[in-house]
Structure formats: C-alpha cells, structure tokens
C-alpha cells in the first residue's frame, strides 16, 4: 500500500532536529573556526564539565567516538590478553568489539526478556579467575539492574564498565548510569539522544586516576608534548564537534521528556497483539530506540515501509552468532533469549520532532497491518 499523503517517515529526522537550533551552532562554529584552535581547546574543556556534572561523575573526558571511549576504558583498566570481560551478546557490535581489540575475550551472558539487559543471575556462572571487568549495556536508553551487578562485581572484586552509548541521561535507582560503575561511556554519534554533526564520544569516571590515565592514553600516551610516557592512541574530541554538543545539550532534557512523551502515546495506543517496552522499576528508560516485539516482525516491517514509514531492527544477529567471533566457539541456542529476541524485535520511528500527526499515522498503519490479517 502507497500513501501519497505523507512524506517517508525517518526513524529519526535530523533536519527538523537541525531547524531548532541553527543559529546557535552556527555561532558557536564560527567562534570555534575564529579561534585557531580545532582540537582539544576551551569548548572541549567546558563541555567536559557540563557532561561530568550532568552525569554526576567526578571527571569527564571527550573522546573520538563511543568505541574508542570503551576501549580507552578497558585500556585504563589494564584489560589486556589473557583477561575476560563478562558483557551482553544484545547489543550493537561496538561494546564486545572493543573487547576484542583491547585484546581480552569477551564472555557473554543472556539477557532480560523484559528489558533486553545482560541478565545479573547468569553473571556468576561465568566467573572464573581470568574474569576482570563486567561490561554492562543500557540498551536503547534502558537502565540495566545497576545494583544487582555492582554487588556481584564488589563481591567477586571485578571492575563494571557501563556502555551507556545509548543513554545519557538515564537513571538506575536515582543514579545517572556512567557515573555508577567505575567508567561510563558515551557515544555522540550523530542519531544519538545527544548527538554531535559527525563522530564524537565521552568517558566520565570517579577515580582521578583513571581519569589522569585516559586523558594520558587518548592523547598518545603524552602528558607534555612530545614526551610519551606510555603506548596511546589518538582518541581526542574535535573542537567544533565539542561547540555543537554544547549547544545540543541545551536540548537534551526537553528532548528526553519528548521521547518519553512519544512512547507513551505509543505504548498507550498500539495493539495488544504486540509487546510494547517494559520499564522495570527504578530503572528509568529514555527511548533512544522504541521496540516492539512480535512473531510477524518482517511482515509488519514490509507493511510499514510500503506506507512510507521507516523501521528498524536492533539487532537482527547476536554478537556470539557474528561471523567475527566464530573463535569464540558459541553457537546457535547458547542465548535463548538473545537469539528470540532478535527474531522478534522492531524498532519503531521516535526522535523529540516526531510529529502528533506523524505518530498517529504509524499507530493506524500498525492497527491496519492487523486488520489486514
Ligand atoms: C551500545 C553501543 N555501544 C557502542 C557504540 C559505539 O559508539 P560510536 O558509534 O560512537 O563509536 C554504540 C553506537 O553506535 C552503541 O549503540
């Protein structure tokens, strides 16, 4: 079915994000490009404050990218060959791939059928004496059971590294996730709930040591020029990267409460046949990704995309069945509820300029697809 009524719906409408805040940006680029100075500078440092406060860590750090942030994290740990690090196999490649890279194994656990989080009660069972890390995932903006995982990891003395990608700004029993664990990571990518015109990610912490060590590493390993003192890498955040961002953060808690706006309306108005996000208590959500599940994902999806409306599926493949970690020897029924998941879930359009008349559109579309049935 064609609809000629309505332009395509996006799953998230960056242009219309953009009409909102034009001319700050601009300002604010033009004041970067004036000052001469394009990589760590003034605006970086202040963005580093504002996102440390918001997150209510100590310290903050600007990074290249949400990937470097974690590997930067696992890096400060020490993690290295010969260490595992227990994580989710329900996730974007990103958070294990980062593992990888730090040269450590990652270890997979299943998840939460309600909330799509590393499951804490199948956490010990993997615990052995090379395990060092947990790195937990807020997946789609979810909160994961924060309190349930710091216990395991203090009583088995393991550091948590939070993968909160998708979730500035979430909280998990009254605490922002990325301030909980021992290093919080952030992705700025650009369709993230803070995002910046290009890559851009964000460490917090509350350890100054960690903190001193990756401001070290992300610069070369190199406290004053041209002296290393350890193996870095170059992971820094861009100026004007840093200018946007601090203009976008203006945003951030009106659009959040427009997320959360937007999935009400959906979870009030969608069908019963599908299953629509849980919010598990004292975990708060802030719809970076709304999904729903059902046996007929691909069927709805095709009926969707013929009237003009975007979906998505995150993630159609689980990490531990990704050809790139065939060495890691899982297989097909390791992770039931990962593997089902994945077969069942759809991602539908929310971003904070979805429009009343838009989403009124995407839920009759929904209950049409039904009644087509
Ligand atoms: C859960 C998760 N982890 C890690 C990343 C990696 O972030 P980036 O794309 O900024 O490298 C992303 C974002 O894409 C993500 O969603």
Redesign the pocket.
């Known amino acids: 079915m064609s609809n000629n009524n309505f332009k395509k719906i996006p799953m998230i409408d960056l242009k219309e994000e953009l009409k909102l805040m034009r001319t700050p940006i601009l300002e604010m680029m033009t004041e970067v490009l004036d000052s001469g100075v394009y990589v760590l500078g003034e605006k970086g440092k202040q963005l580093e404050t504002i996102i440390a406060s918001y997150v209510e860590a100590s310290y903050g750090l600007g990074t290249a990218?949400?990937?470097?942030a974690?590997l930067l994290a696992l890096k400060a740990l020490d993690i290295g060959p010969g260490d595992e690090v227990i994580t989710t196999p329900f996730?974007?490649f990103?958070?294990a791939e980062a593992i990888a890279e730090a040269g450590a194994t990652p270890v997979f656990v299943d998840i939460e059928k309600e909330t799509y989080n590393m499951n804490p009660s199948n956490i010990e069972k993997v615990i052995t004496k090379n395990t060092k890390a947990i790195l937990v995932?807020h997946?789609f903006g979810k909160a994961a059971n924060m309190k349930e995982i710091m216990r395991i990891a203090n009583t088995h003395h393991l550091k948590v590294i939070e993968?909160a990608?998708?979730a500035i700004g979430t909280e998990s029993n009254g605490r922002r996730v990325g301030a909980i664990g021992d290093v919080g990571c952030f992705?700025?990518?650009p369709s993230k709930n803070l995002g910046a015109f290009g890559?851009a990610?964000f460490i917090t912490t509350n350890h100054k040591h960690i903190y001193e060590k990756i401001k070290k590493i992300r610069d070369h390993g190199s406290e004053k020029k041209y002296h290393h003192s350890t193996i870095g890498m170059n992971s820094r955040l861009d100026e004007i990267q840093a200018a946007i961002l601090l203009v976008k953060f203006n945003f951030l808690d009106i659009f959040l409460h427009k997320r959360k706006e937007v999935a009400r309306m959906y979870t009030e108005n969608l069908p019963s046949y599908l299953t629509t996000p849980s919010i598990a208590k004292n975990r708060e959500h802030t719809f970076h990704q709304y999904c729903i599940e059902l046996d007929e994902r691909d069927e709805l999806a095709s009926y969707l995309n013929d009237s003009g409306i975007a979906t998505a599926i995150y993630y159609p493949i689980p990490l531990h069945l990704q050809k790139a970690f065939d060495y890691l020897n899982y297989k097909s029924g390791d992770f039931p509820i990962a593997e089902e998941t994945a077969e069942r879930i759809l991602a539908l359009p929310i971003s904070p300029t979805l429009t009343f008349r838009n989403q009124n559109y995407i839920i009759s579309s929904v209950e049409r697809y039904f009644e087509s049935k």
């Open positions: 990218n949400g990937t470097d974690l996730t974007f990103a958070t995932v997946l993968d990608c998708q992705s700025f990518f890559d990610g």
